[in-house]
């Protein structure tokens, strides 16, 4: 089963979506599963893992509802307050829902870069195991110290790092975060997705070989076994099409075995959201 890891919907409207700035243009219509599945069909996905874009438990609630209505939709990494008082209360209820895998915060959003080590947040991700809950990492470059101090407090809980942490493509700047996602992956519960890539480059002039010294980076660093593919539909359309997004991943592992190849394009996202 090949799985596209990381996908979002949203019904667009300008003031929930305040981050689709007047650069992303194309991004400001609805964008839901009907628009998806033809996609995953023509490139030979049979299913994809819908994540949170809007920091609000009815986004969550919104993605479930959509998972029950479309089998394609194999899981949700939503969001709900990891440092609220009853947190523990709210992972009891969301979790009911079978297809919540996961949850994410947009701590790339977040003004302190030492977000991920808030205590109140700590005990938020220290309750997730109870419920079976993995945790996306959503983060850029500069953060990636914190998120290796962070992963290391909770070596049982999965994490999966998201966008491989949108290091500087368009710049083909490689250091310091390649010793950084190294580092990282040090943590063998970590996983990393191959998503969100062509947004960090050029968006009108990248070239498939700008991606190379980056997938050489962490497929040196995690390797075929914690690697998994990821469109970063609908956002991924500012800068190439649903084909070519997955072309890149696709054409570069083919320098694999077929088994190795298989784990990223599927059983590594199977396995690590329990699909």
């Known amino acids: 089963m090949h799985i596209d890891a990381h996908q979002h919907f949203w019904q667009y409207s300008p003031s929930a979506y305040d981050w689709i700035d007047a650069t992303m243009q194309p991004l400001q219509q609805d964008f839901l599963p009907e628009h998806l599945a033809p996609l995953l069909q023509q490139n030979g996905f049979s299913g994809s893992v819908a994540v949170q874009a809007l920091q609000t438990e009815a986004e969550t609630e919104f993605l479930l509802n959509l998972a029950t209505q479309h089998d394609f939709i194999k899981g949700v990494v939503g ?40 205590p109140d947040f700590l005990r938020g991700i220290s309750l997730l195991q109870k419920f079976n809950l993995t945790y996306d990492i959503l983060i850029y470059p500069k953060h990636l110290p914190v998120a290796t101090e962070f992963v290391s407090k909770f070596p049982d809980q999965p994490f999966v790092l998201d966008h491989i942490a949108k290091p500087f493509i368009k710049n083909h700047q490689l250091l310091p975060w390649a010793q950084h996602i190294q580092k990282l992956a040090n943590h063998s519960n970590v996983y990393c997705k191959l998503s969100g890539m062509v947004t960090e480059a050029d968006w009108h002039y990248w070239q498939p070989t700008d991606f190379k010294p980056y997938l050489d980076v962490v497929m040196e660093a995690f390797g075929p076994d914690r690697l998994m593919i990821g469109s970063d539909w609908p956002v991924c359309t500012l800068a190439g099409s649903y084909t070519e997004v997955m072309n890149l991943v696709k054409d570069y592992i083919n320098q694999l075995t077929q088994a190795e190849r298989e784990k990223i394009l599927g059983s590594n996202a199977v396995q690590f959201y329990k699909l």
């Open 79 to 118: 969001w709900t307050d990891l440092q609220a008082v009853d947190v523990e209360t709210k992972l009891a209820k969301f979790s009911q829902n079978l297809k919540l895998k996961g949850l994410r915060h947009v701590v790339q959003a977040e003004p302190d870069d030492q977000f991920l080590l808030r």
